[in-house]
C-alpha cells in the first residue's frame, strides 16, 4: 500500500521524538487520523474533551518536558478553539506545533462548510512560521521548520494541511527547481554569549553595588547553581517572577519569593530598597514593582535582544543564554565582605513565612483558602509538578506554596487566561508519568472546563507509572478574583448574577469517574486530607469549602485600593461586614511584634 501524505506526517513526527499529540478528530484531518490507527498509535493520540484543552495539554508538556508540544485539530470550529492554548503559548514562550487541517483544495475560495482562512486567522498567533501545505512535497521542509522554529523561537508554529491532500499518495521532495529538499530531523543548540568588554562593563555594575537584588524568570531556569553563586558573591537577595518561581527553592533563607500584583513584602521591599540590579531571563510586565528608576544600575541578561531594556533603564545589557552568561561573568565579580544587607533581606524572608503562617491559620466560614496552599507546603513530594489556574487561588499559589527540591510549578503567566491548570496537568503527566502532579483549581476555572477534562485524567490514568494526579478546588462558589478587582478596582460591590456561580459537589463528580473524590469543610480535616490525597493509588478531587470573603491583599496594597474596597462596601456589598473583619485579620498578621 502506497505511503499516504496523513502518514509521512505521522512518520515525521516520529522521527522528531514525538511520543503525544494532543487533539481531537474531525473530518478536516481525516487522512491525519487514519495514519495514527495505521502507526498503531505511534506517537499516541491523546484525546481531550475540546480543542481548546489539547493545546492547553501540549503546552503543559512543552512547559514541563523542555520538549515541543503538538497538538492537532480539523478545519474550522477545531482550528479555531486551539487558539486560547496557542496565545497562551506565545505569550509564556512556549514551543509548540499546531497541525490543522483545511478544506478540500477543490472547494477552497467556494463558501464551503467549515472553510475558515485559516492563513489570516493564525497570522499573529503562529508569526513565527505558518504555512499551508497544498502538494506532498512541501511537506517535509514544512514540518521540518515548524519544529525547528519553535524550538529556537520558543515560539507556537502552525502547519495547515487540506483535507483531501492528506489522503493523497506521498512524493518526496526532488533535487529540481522549484522544490526544497529537507535535512534530517534534528535539534542543534548554540550557546550564546555576550563579548568580553559587555561582560566587563557588567561586572563593573555589580561590583559597585551595596545592596545587590537579583529578579530570575523562566530565562534562568537551567541556571539555578550560577544564580546562586552570584547571589552568594553579591550578598543579594533573589526575587522571583511568576514565571520562574520554580527556578530556585523557596528554602534559601535570601529567595524572597514572588514580585507584582501576587508578590511578597520581602520582594517589595528589596526592590524598594536596593540600588542594583540583576535581571535574569525575565520579562515581567508590572515595572512598578522594580526600584524607582534612578534608584538602582541594572543589568540585564536574555537570550532575545528585543527585551532588553523593556521593563527598566538598564545600563549594562548581555545578550545571551542565562548559564553561560552567567558562567562568563562570575570570574569578574569581586565578593562583597560586608553582609549587612543580605542579614537584613534574611531577617524579612523569615519574618515573611511567618505572617504567612499566621494568616493561614486565621479562621473563616468555613475554610481560610491560604491554608489550603499552608498545608500542602508542609506535605508535597520535593519530585512534584504543580500547575495552577488563573483567579483568586493564584494568590495563594504565589504566596504561600513553597518549592523545594526538584519541584516544578508553571500557570498561564501572561495571557493569564482561565482553565489551564487542569489541562497543564495532564500534559505533565504525559511528559512525567513517574511524578506526583498537583493542580491548584478555582470553581470557576473547574466548572469552565477542568470537569470535562477529569474525564481525560479517569481515560488515561492507566499509562501513568506514578499513579497521583490531584486536583485541588477551591470550592467558594464565587468568580472570586474578579469579585476582589471589582471591589479594589472599580469601588463596585460584588454582582451576584455575575459572580456567584452554582454549587456543584466536584468531589461526587469525580467519584462518579471512579476515583477518590476527598470533600472538606472543617479546617482541622484539611492536612489529613491532603496525606491521604497525596498517598492515593490514582487520581484524586480534594474539594475545599473556602470562604470568598478572605481578601487576597498584596503586601504592597495603596490607598486608592483600600479607598476602593471600602467604597464598595458602602454601596452595599452583600458581605459586607464579613469582608471589613476578615481583611481586617489578615492585614494584621503583617504587624504582630517582631515582624516587619
Request: hydrophobic letters at 40%; one cysteine or more.
Amino acid at each position: 500500500m502506497a505511503e499516504t501524505v496523513g502518514d509521512q506526517v505521522v512518520r515525521r513526527l516520529r522521527e522528531w521524538g514525538v511520543e503525544h499529540v494532543f487533539g481531537y478528530p474531525g473530518d478536516g484531518i481525516n487522512g491525519i487520523v487514519t495514519a495514527f490507527g495505521k502507526a498503531d498509535n505511534q506517537p499516541r493520540f491523546v484525546q481531550s474533551r475540546h480543542e481548546e484543552m489539547s493545546a492547553f495539554q501540549a503546552v503543559g508538556y512543552a512547559k514541563f518536558s523542555g520538549e515541543v508540544g503538538v497538538c492537532l485539530a480539523t478545519s474550522g470550529p477545531g482550528a479555531i478553539h486551539l487558539l486560547n492554548g496557542l496565545y497562551d503559548a506565545k505569550l509564556d514562550h512556549v514551543p509548540v506545533v499546531a497541525l490543522v487541517g483545511q478544506t478540500a483544495r477543490t472547494a477552497m475560495g467556494g463558501s464551503y462548510q467549515q472553510e475558515v482562512d485559516l492563513q489570516a486567522l493564525y497570522k499573529d498567533v503562529a508569526a513565527a512560521y505558518l504555512v499551508e501545505v497544498n502538494v506532498a512535497e512541501q511537506l517535509p521542509n514544512a514540518l521540518d521548520r515548524a519544529f525547528r522554529t519553535a524550538r529556537a523561537r520558543q515560539a507556537p508554529t502552525a502547519v495547515i494541511i487540506p483535507a483531501d491532500l492528506q489522503e493523497q499518495d506521498y512524493s518526496p521532495p526532488q533535487h529540481a527547481f522549484k522544490q526544497v529538499p529537507s535535512s534530517p530531523p534534528s535539534s542543534p543548540h548554540a550557546v550564546l554569549v555576550p563579548p568580553e568588554d559587555e561582560l566587563a562593563r557588567a561586572a563593573e555594575v555589580l561590583n559597585a553595588g551595596e545592596k545587590v537584588a537579583i529578579l530570575v524568570g523562566q530565562g534562568a531556569r537551567n541556571a539555578a547553581d550560577e544564580v546562586k553563586h552570584v547571589a552568594e558573591l553579591t550578598g543579594a537577595g533573589v526575587a522571583k517572577a511568576l514565571l520562574g518561581k520554580d527556578v530556585l527553592p523557596d528554602d534559601l533563607p535570601y529567595v524572597t519569593g514572588s514580585i507584582g500584583l501576587l508578590g511578597t513584602r520581602p520582594t517589595y521591599e528589596l526592590m524598594q530598597e536596593c540600588d542594583t540590579l540583576l535581571i535574569v531571563g525575565s520579562n515581567m510586565p508590572y515595572s512598578q514593582f522594580l526600584p524607582e528608576f534612578g534608584q538602582a544600575r541594572a543589568v540585564q541578561i536574555d537570550v532575545d535582544a528585543s527585551v532588553i531594556g523593556m521593563r527598566y533603564p538598564t545600563e549594562a545589557n548581555l545578550v545571551g543564554e542565562a548559564k553561560g552568561t552567567l558562567r562568563a561573568l562570575i570570574p569578574l565579580l569581586e565578593a562583597k565582605d560586608d553582609r549587612s544587607w543580605r542579614r537584613d533581606i534574611e531577617r524579612n524572608v523569615a519574618a515573611w513565612w511567618e505572617t504567612m503562617e499566621q494568616q493561614a491559620m486565621l479562621e473563616a466560614r468555613p475554610v481560610n483558602p491560604q491554608r489550603v496552599v499552608h498545608e500542602l507546603s508542609a506535605r508535597i513530594p520535593e519530585d512534584a509538578i504543580v500547575t495552577a489556574d488563573s483567579g483568586s487561588s493564584t494568590n495563594w499559589y504565589a504566596r504561600n506554596l513553597r518549592i523545594r527540591g526538584r519541584m516544578r510549578a508553571s500557570l498561564s503567566g501572561t495571557l493569564a487566561t482561565m482553565g489551564p491548570g487542569v489541562p497543564y496537568a495532564i500534559g505533565a503527566k504525559f511528559a512525567h508519568p513517574e511524578r506526583p502532579v498537583v493542580a491548584l483549581v478555582g470553581d470557576g476555572a473547574m466548572q469552565m472546563n477542568g470537569m470535562a477534562e477529569l474525564i481525560t485524567i479517569a481515560r488515561y490514568r492507566e499509562l501513568w507509572s506514578d499513579p497521583r494526579l490531584v486536583v485541588c478546588v477551591f470550592h467558594n462558589d464565587d468568580l472570586n478574583q474578579v469579585t476582589w478587582e471589582l471591589r479594589a478596582m472599580g469601588g463596585a460591590p460584588k454582582f451576584e448574577e455575575s459572580q456567584s456561580l452554582p454549587d456543584v459537589s466536584y468531589a461526587g463528580f469525580a467519584r462518579s469517574l471512579g476515583f477518590e473524590g476527598i470533600a472538606v469543610d472543617d479546617p482541622g480535616e484539611l492536612g489529613p486530607a491532603w496525606d491521604r490525597a497525596l498517598s492515593a493509588d490514582g487520581p484524586v478531587v480534594l474539594d475545599v469549602r473556602c470562604d470568598p470573603e478572605v481578601p487576597p491583599i498584596p503586601p504592597h496594597a495603596t490607598f486608592e485600593q483600600m479607598k476602593s474596597t471600602a467604597e464598595a462596601l458602602l454601596k452595599g456589598d452583600p458581605n459586607a461586614w464579613h469582608v471589613l473583619v476578615q481583611g481586617a485579620k489578615t492585614k494584621m498578621q503583617e504587624f504582630v511584634p517582631g515582624r516587619r
